[in-house]
């Protein structure tokens, strides 16, 4: 399986992501890279995200808005397989940090002609 994490903030977040106990990784999104693809998890194990802004109280939105506390806390994105890609939207819900997976997966194979497909 593989997660695909954007980050639709202007500030640098901080993604952990989990998905056994022996089977972890972390990833930095930024302003001039937001997005990350992990590499392929081979387990089937519900999957744990949590994400943290890293400088929170310099994440200021439009009129000064400022992002809560800066952390989602650990979020479950359920169960999936080992043949599957999901995009991972980190963005706010409620003026707080969210986590939120796309309930499709994501096409990670090309159709029987070879041409990509596009979701």
Do not use: H
Request: aromatic share 6%.
């Amino acid at each position: 399986m593989q997660l695909n994490f954007i980050n639709t903030l202007p500030c640098d977040v901080n993604v952990n992501y989990y998905a056994a106990a022996d089977e972890n990784g972390t990833a930095q999104l930024n302003t001039t890279s937001r997005t990350y693809a992990t590499p392929f998890l081979t387990t089937v194990d519900d999957i744990i995200v949590e994400a943290a802004l890293v400088e929170p109280a310099l994440c200021k939105l439009g009129g000064g808005f400022d992002v809560g506390s800066g952390s989602t806390g650990l979020v479950s994105l359920g169960y999936a397989n080992e043949t599957q890609g999901y995009s991972v939207l980190i963005t706010l819900r409620d003026g707080q940090l969210a986590v939120t997976r796309l309930l499709d997966p994501e096409q990670l194979t090309k159709s029987d002609i070879g041409k990509p497909l596009l979701g």
